[in-house]
């Protein structure tokens, strides 16, 4: 199973990039996905989930209104679309695959992890 996350880079406050994670070796629409985020020196944290038809979201209370996740089943790449980006918003960003109709916030329900891309908001 290889995850290869992309579209990390460096952006001033109140810019956007997009993220995207394209999946092989597994069964893509038969996960949900998510993406997290560790900033330096904290521990990685939940920013958004996916259900695996697409048709429930989630997102940290931080990141409501300016992110948004979706998932192309026919490509097996899922997305997070970042919005009026904030210096807080300076981490790496993994996606993840969870085995599950649902979705969940918690690091441990993801069996499969991507790399990571960095994204740095400058002020």
């Known amino acids: 199973v290889q995850l290869q996350a992309s579209g990390g880079g460096l952006v001033q406050a109140g810019g956007s990039l997009r993220l995207s994670c394209a999946a092989s070796?597994?069964?893509?629409?038969?996960?949900?996905w998510g993406w997290f985020r560790q900033a330096p020196g904290k521990e990685r944290e939940y920013v958004a989930a996916?259900?695996?038809?697409?048709?429930?979201?989630d997102y940290v209370d931080s990141v409501k209104g300016r992110f948004m996740i979706s998932r192309d089943n026919a490509k097996n790449t899922v997305f997070l679309q970042m919005n009026s980006l904030k210096p807080e918003d300076t981490a790496v960003y993994y996606c993840?695959?969870?085995?599950?109709?649902?979705?969940?916030?918690?690091?441990?329900?993801?069996?499969?992890w991507g790399q990571g891309t960095l994204v740095t908001v400058s002020s």
């Open positions: 070796g597994l069964r893509f629409r038969y996960y949900a």
């Open positions: 996916i259900t695996r038809n697409g048709g429930y979201t």
């Open positions: 993840a695959a969870e085995p599950s109709t649902g979705i969940s916030q918690g690091i441990a329900e993801y069996r499969y």
